[in-house]
C-alpha cells in the first residue's frame, strides 16, 4: 500500500522518486548571514542527538560525514538554530537567521505565527531581494517580485505606484490593499519608509489569510516587518548610491520641412473637398495661399514659421522645458542586542531631481524600533518612524504634452501668453516656457508609531497592548506670477494658493494568545483580540489674486488686492472602526493544518441598520511529505495541500454615505444650506466578498527546485455603488449594495538552483499569474451604465463603462471596417453618417447591425485594458566576491489607446506629428492604415474606432547589477565586517508594440532610465 501511494505522489509531481542507496553520505557545503549574506566562520554543525560534529572555517565552509537520515543542527551565538534532514550526499548552503529576525514567522494581529502553519496563500520577499533594484519606492522594488502582486509604475518623482492583488474585486470603491507596518494597519504612504529599514514583506493574498484583518482585507494585506537588532556584536551599516536619469525613450517626431508639407496637404484637401470653384482658380488658390514661400500671400504660415522652413531650422520645445535629472540615497543604521533588549535606529535621505525643470524631490527618514525585557514576564518596545519631504512637484500636468506636440517650425520664445498653431492662438495651451515661472512648493511631515507592552504571566500565554499612532501634516503652495499664463488668463495679477491637510490615525490592538504543544504531536494556538481604531482628517485652502508685483510669491497673502475674487475652503471628517476576531489553529504531527478566523467589525460608515459584520473563514492544509510513505525517498522535501475559503468585507466608500449631506454657502452676501446632491442610504451594509483558494507547495531537492500554485475563485457581492437619482427627487445620486462581480485566476512561481558550489551560484526565479473578473449584475435590472463626458457633458465615453457579461475595464468603440478608396464610395454614400462626412482616406466605422446606420448602437466593447497574464523573473549569478542580478516584469493581452499617439498620427500640420504620418493615405499611396491628412476634419477620428486599440504587452529588464563583495580575510584588515560595490541600470530595455511612451506608465510623463553606482559598508 505504501508503494502504491508513493507512486501516486511520483504521478501528481511529475517527478522522479529515488530511493536512499547508501547509509553513510557526505554533506559538505556553506553557512551564511540570511540578512546579510556574509559567510559565518565558527558555526557549530551537530548530528542531532549524537556527538558527532564539525565547525564551519574561517570562509564558512565545512564537510562531515554522517549517517543517511540523520539531522544536522546548525547553531550559532545571535543566530536562530537551524536543522537539515540527510537524504543523500549533498553540497547545501545554509542560511541562519539573526536572532530577533525570525524568518520563519509572519505577524499577525497582537502576535506571530510560524510561516509553515500559515494555511492560507502567503508569499514572502525578504530585505536581500528588495535590494536588487537601488529605489526609494518599495512599491518599485517589490515589482514582478510576487504573484498574483500586479504593480503599475509612476514616472513623476515622489508619485507612489498602484498596486493590486488578485486582479479588482470591487466596481468602484477600493482595489489597493492596506499595509501593515510592525502592527500598524495604513492605506496610504506605503512609498514613504525608507527600503532599507525593511526586514520583510509578507502579502497575504487570500480570505483564509487576510481574515484576521476582517473587512479591512478585502483587496489583500502587505504586512511589512521592520529590521531588529540582533544579538552579538553592535552593528554599523551605510548604503549609499548615486544616479543619472534620463527619459527611457523619445517620440519619433517629423522634422518642420516634414510638417510644412503635412500642412499644406492637409489644407489643399479640405479646400478641394468643400470648394466650388472651376478648376484654373481652384489651382490659383491653392498656390497663393498654401504653396507660396511669401507671407502674405501664403495664409496657412506665419512669417516665422515660413522662415524656419526656408531655414531648414526644426525647434524641440521639450527640450526646453526637460533636463537630465540625478538621484542620490544615503542610509545609515545601527543595530545592536543583549540579553535583555535590543535596538535598531537608522537615517535616509533621499534626493530626486525631475526631468521636467524645476521638479524635484527630497525624503528623511529616521526610524527606532527598541525592545526590552522589563522582567522576565514583561516586554515592552516601540517602532516608531519619522518622515519628512519637501519637493518642488509639476505645477501644471499640461506643460509636458503641450510642449512635446508644440509646432516645430513656431520659434521658441517665452514672449507670447498661448500657444500658437499655425496662424491661429490656441487659450486652451499655455506657453510651457511661460509654466517654469509657476512656483510650486509642497511638504509632508508623518509619524507613524506603534508601541506594545506585552505580558507573559505563563509558558505559551502572551497577553499584549499595542497602540499605534499615525499623524501626517502636509501643506501646498503655488504662485502664479504675473508671467504665466494662469495669472494672464484669470487676470490675476498674480496668484497665491494655499492647502494645509492633517491627518491623524490612532489604533489600540489588545490580544491574548496561547501556544501549547500536547504528547509531541499535538500544537494548538489561538488568539483572541480586540481593536479600535479612529481616523480623522481635515483641510483648508485660500485662493488670492492682485499682487502686483512677484516680491513675495506667495509668502505674503496679506498684499492680495482683489478682495472680490478671493476664494476659501474647508472640511473636516472623521470615521471609526471597533472590531473582536478570534483565530485557532490546530497542527498534527506536523502533517495536518486547520485555522479558524471570525472576525466581527463595526464601522461608522455605515448606518445603525448595517453597521456591523461578521466575517469567518477556515483553511487547512496538508504536508504530505511528513507522511511515513514519503520517508523512503530523498527528493521531495516539502509537498503541501492547502485550501481556504473565507468572506471579507469592504468599507472603501466616501463619508457619511448613509446621511444626506448639506454644505454652507456665501449667496448674494447671505450664508445659505445647499445639499451636496447625494441622498442619504440608511441601508448601505458592508460589501462582501467569498472566496475560496486552492495551493500547492513543492520542494525537491532542499529546495533547490520549488514551485507554487495557487488557484482562487472570489464571489464578490453588494457591491457599493453610485447610483443616479430621478431630477424629480432634487438629488443627483444615492450610494447603494447593487454590483455582483465575479474573479477567478491562478498564480505560479518557481525558484531554482541549478549551480551550487563553493565559488559559483547560480539562482533563477520566475511567476506568472492570470485573472479574470466579470459584472455579474449591476444596479436592478440595468445591463449597462454609461460614463458620458465631453463638450455636452452627454457623450458616451471610450473607457469607464460598465456591462453585464463583461469585464470591469473594458474600452468602447466602433469596430474599425476601412480605410475609405474611391472604389468603396457607392456603399459609403448609402450609409446615414449623422452630420459626419466620409472621403477616400478616411476611416470607415463598421456598421455592425447591418442597418445602414453608423451611430453609437455599432459602438461595442472591442478590448479590456487588464492584461491576460503578467509577473516577473530574475536571476543571479555569482562567482566568489563577483555577483551579477538580472530582474524583469512583463504583462501580456492588455488593450490600451494613446491618446498621444492618436493626436500625432493625425495632425494637420500645426503642430507635431509622428513618423508614422508620412505613410498617411495619398491618392498614390493607398495600402495604409493611416488616415489621410486633413484640416478641420468632421469625420469619424482616429481615436473613435478599434483602429487605435493598441497592443500594450510588454517585456521589460527592470534592472541589471553588477556588484563585487570583497573578501572577509582582506577588509577585516580594516575592521570591516562587508565591503560592497555595485553598479546598476535600471529601466534598460521594454520590448513592446505600444507606440505612446511607455505601455505602463502611460502618455503623460514617460519612464526613466537611470544608471547608478553604490556602496554597501558594514562594521
Not at 489583500?220 to 552579538?232: E, N, S, Y
Not at 521638479?359 to 524600533?369: A, D, F
Not at 454657502?665 to 442610504?681: E, H
Amino acid at each position: 500500500m505504501n508503494r502504491l501511494k508513493l507512486c501516486f505522489i511520483t504521478l501528481l509531481c511529475v517527478l522522479p522518486l529515488f530511493g536512499s542507496m547508501a547509509q553513510s553520505v557526505k554533506i559538505e557545503g556553506s553557512v551564511r548571514n540570511s540578512q546579510t549574506d556574509e559567510l559565518l566562520p565558527g558555526v557549530n554543525v551537530m548530528v542531532k542527538g549524537a556527538s558527532i560534529g564539525a565547525m564551519t572555517n574561517i570562509d564558512g565552509a565545512f564537510s562531515i560525514t554522517v549517517q543517511k537520515g540523520s539531522v544536522l543542527e546548525f547553531s550559532f551565538i545571535g543566530y536562530e538554530k537551524q536543522e537539515y534532514g540527510v537524504k543523500g550526499n549533498a553540497k547545501i548552503q545554509v542560511e541562519l537567521n539573526p536572532v530577533g529576525i525570525a524568518m520563519d514567522e509572519v505577524i499577525v494581529v497582537g502576535a506571530s505565527m510560524k510561516k509553515s502553519d500559515l494555511t492560507g496563500s502567503v508569499a514572502r520577499v525578504t530585505d536581500k531581494t528588495l535590494q536588487q533594484i537601488p529605489t526609494a519606492d518599495l512599491n518599485t522594488a517589490l515589482q514582478g517580485k510576487v504573484a498574483g502582486v500586479f504593480i503599475q509604475n509612476s514616472a513623476k518623482p515622489g508619485e507612489a505606484a498602484s498596486i493590486k492583488i488578485r486582479g479588482n474585486n470591487s466596481i468602484q470603491y477600493g482595489t489597493s490593499p492596506i499595509y501593515v507596518i510592525d502592527g500598524l494597519l495604513v492605506d496610504q504612504g506605503f512609498e514613504m519608509l525608507n527600503p532599507n529599514d525593511i526586514a520583510t514583506i509578507d502579502v497575504l493574498k487570500d480570505a483564509s489569510a487576510t481574515a484576521i484583518y476582517g473587512a479591512r482585507g478585502a483587496n489583500g494585506v502587505v504586512v511589512i516587518t521592520t529590521k531588529k537588532g540582533q544579538k552579538g556584536k553592535a552593528r554599523v551599516t551605510y548604503d549609499g548610491w548615486y544616479g543619472s536619469q534620463s527619459f527611457s525613450k523619445e517620440m519619433p517626431l517629423i522634422n518642420g520641412s516634414q510638417l510644412h508639407d503635412l500642412r499644406v496637404e492637409a489644407y489643399i484637401n479640405e479646400f478641394n473637398n468643400t470648394t466650388n470653384l472651376p478648376p484654373a482658380r481652384r489651382e490659383k488658390y491653392i498656390k497663393d495661399n498654401f504653396l507660396s514661400t511669401t507671407v502674405p500671400p501664403n495664409t496657412i504660415f506665419t512669417e516665422d514659421e515660413m522662415e524656419a522652413y526656408l531655414s531648414g531650422k526644426t525647434y524641440n520645445w521639450l527640450d526646453a522645458v526637460t533636463q537630465n535629472a540625478y538621484q542620490q540615497n544615503h542610509a545609515v543604521s545601527f543595530s545592536g542586542a543583549g540579553d535583555k533588549g535590543s535596538y535598531f535606529m537608522s537615517f535616509n535621505y533621499n534626493q530626486q531631481e525631475g526631468l521636467m525643470k524645476n521638479v524635484s524631490y527630497e525624503r528623511y527618514t529616521g526610524k527606532i524600533n527598541l525592545d526590552q525585557m522589563v522582567k522576565p514576564w514583561l516586554k515592552v518596545g516601540t517602532n516608531t518612524t519619522f518622515v519628512y519631504q519637501v519637493g518642488h512637484p509639476v505645477a501644471d500636468d499640461n506643460t509636458f504634452p503641450v510642449a512635446l506636440r508644440a509646432d516645430p517650425l513656431l520659434p521658441i520664445s517665452g514672449e507670447y501668453w498661448y500657444m500658437k498653431y499655425g496662424t491661429e492662438e490656441s487659450q486652451s495651451n499655455n506657453n510651457p516656457i511661460r509654466d517654469l515661472n509657476v512656483v510650486r512648493d509642497a511638504n509632508q511631515a508623518r509619524l507613524m508609531s506603534s508601541n506594545f507592552i506585552n505580558i507573559n504571566p505563563i509558558k505559551g500565554l502572551d497577553i499584549r497592548s499595542t497602540f499605534s499612532i499615525d499623524y501626517m501634516s502636509k501643506e501646498d503652495y503655488t504662485y502664479y506670477s504675473t508671467e504665466t499664463t494662469q495669472s494672464y488668463k484669470a487676470s490675476a495679477d498674480g496668484q497665491a494658493k494655499h492647502r494645509k491637510d492633517k491627518m491623524l490615525n490612532w489604533q489600540w490592538d489588545n490580544t491574548v494568545s496561547y501556544k501549547t504543544l500536547i504528547k509531541e504531536k499535538h500544537r494548538i494556538s489561538a488568539v483572541l483580540g480586540a481593536n479600535m481604531s479612529y481616523y480623522s482628517q481635515n483641510w483648508n485652502s485660500l485662493d488670492v489674486k492682485g499682487f502686483g508685483n512677484d516680491f513675495f510669491s506667495y509668502k505674503a497673502i496679506a498684499g492680495a488686492s482683489k478682495k472680490e475674487d478671493f476664494g476659501v475652503n474647508s472640511d473636516f471628517w472623521t470615521y471609526s472602526m471597533a472590531s473582536v476576531f478570534l483565530r485557532a489553529g490546530y497542527v498534527y504531527d506536523s502533517r495536518y493544518y486547520v485555522t479558524f478566523t471570525g472576525r466581527y467589525d463595526g464601522s461608522s460608515k455605515f448606518g445603525t441598520n448595517n453597521k456591523w459584520g461578521f466575517f469567518p473563514s477556515v483553511s487547512a492544509s496538508w504536508n504530505i511529505t511528513g507522511e511515513e510513505f514519503m520517508q523512503s525517498q530523498n527528493v521531495i522535501n516539502n509537498l503541501r495541500l492547502r485550501v481556504g475559503y473565507g468572506l471579507a468585507g469592504n468599507q472603501n466608500i466616501p463619508n457619511y454615505g448613509y446621511q444626506t449631506l448639506y454644505d454652507v454657502r456665501a449667496t448674494l452676501g447671505t450664508s445659505a444650506l445647499i445639499n451636496w446632491g447625494r441622498y442619504g442610504n440608511p441601508d448601505l451594509r458592508w460589501e462582501k466578498q467569498k472566496q475560496i483558494n486552492v495551493g500547492l507547495d513543492y520542494g525537491m531537492f532542499n529546495d533547490r527546485l520549488s514551485f507554487t500554485l495557487d488557484l482562487f475563485h472570489i464571489d464578490n457581492e453588494d457591491l457599493l455603488m453610485t447610483i443616479s437619482k430621478s431630477p424629480s427627487s432634487g438629488y443627483l445620486d444615492q450610494l447603494a449594495n447593487v454590483g455582483t462581480l465575479r474573479n477567478r485566476g491562478i498564480e505560479f512561481s518557481i525558484n531554482a538552483t541549478p549551480i551550487r558550489t563553493k565559488d559559483w551560484n547560480w539562482n533563477i526565479g520566475f511567476n506568472i499569474s492570470a485573472d479574470r473578473n466579470k459584472i455579474i449584475k449591476l444596479d436592478g435590472q440595468a445591463q449597462e451604465i454609461y460614463k458620458l463626458g465631453g463638450m455636452s457633458n452627454n457623450e458616451i465615453q471610450t473607457e469607464g463603462n460598465l456591462f453585464v457579461g463583461e469585464s470591469l475595464n473594458t474600452i468602447y468603440m466602433y469596430l474599425f471596417d476601412r480605410i475609405i478608396q474611391e472604389s468603396d464610395m457607392d456603399y459609403v454614400n448609402s450609409l446615414e453618417l449623422g452630420s459626419r462626412t466620409a472621403q477616400p482616406g478616411d476611416i470607415l466605422p463598421l456598421d455592425r447591425d447591418h442597418n445602414g446606420i453608423i451611430n453609437d448602437k455599432d459602438r461595442t466593447v472591442v478590448g479590456v485594458k487588464d492584461p491576460k497574464f503578467y509577473g516577473g523573473i530574475h536571476t543571479t549569478v555569482s562567482w566568489k566576491g563577483l555577483e551579477l542580478t538580472l530582474v524583469g516584469n512583463y504583462s501580456y493581452g492588455a488593450k490600451k489607446t494613446s491618446f498621444l499617439y492618436n493626436s500625432l498620427v493625425t495632425s494637420d500640420g500645426r503642430s507635431a506629428a509622428h513618423k508614422d504620418i508620412l505613410n498617411r493615405w495619398t491618392p498614390e499611396n493607398t495600402n495604409t492604415l493611416i488616415p489621410r491628412a486633413y484640416h478641420a476634419f468632421s469625420g469619424f477620428g482616429y481615436g473613435s474606432t478599434s483602429l487605435c486599440l493598441q497592443d500594450a504587452s510588454f517585456f521589460r529588464l527592470s534592472s541589471a547589477t553588477l556588484a563585487y563583495t570583497f573578501p572577509r580575510k582582506l577588509i577585516n584588515k580594516i575592521y570591516l565586517d562587508n565591503l560592497r560595490i555595485y553598479f546598476t541600470g535600471s529601466n534598460l530595455f521594454t520590448a513592446t508594440k505600444y507606440k505612446g511612451f511607455d505601455p505602463e506608465t502611460g502618455d503623460w510623463y514617460p519612464n526613466t532610465r537611470m544608471y547608478v553606482v553604490g556602496l554597501n559598508i558594514s562594521f
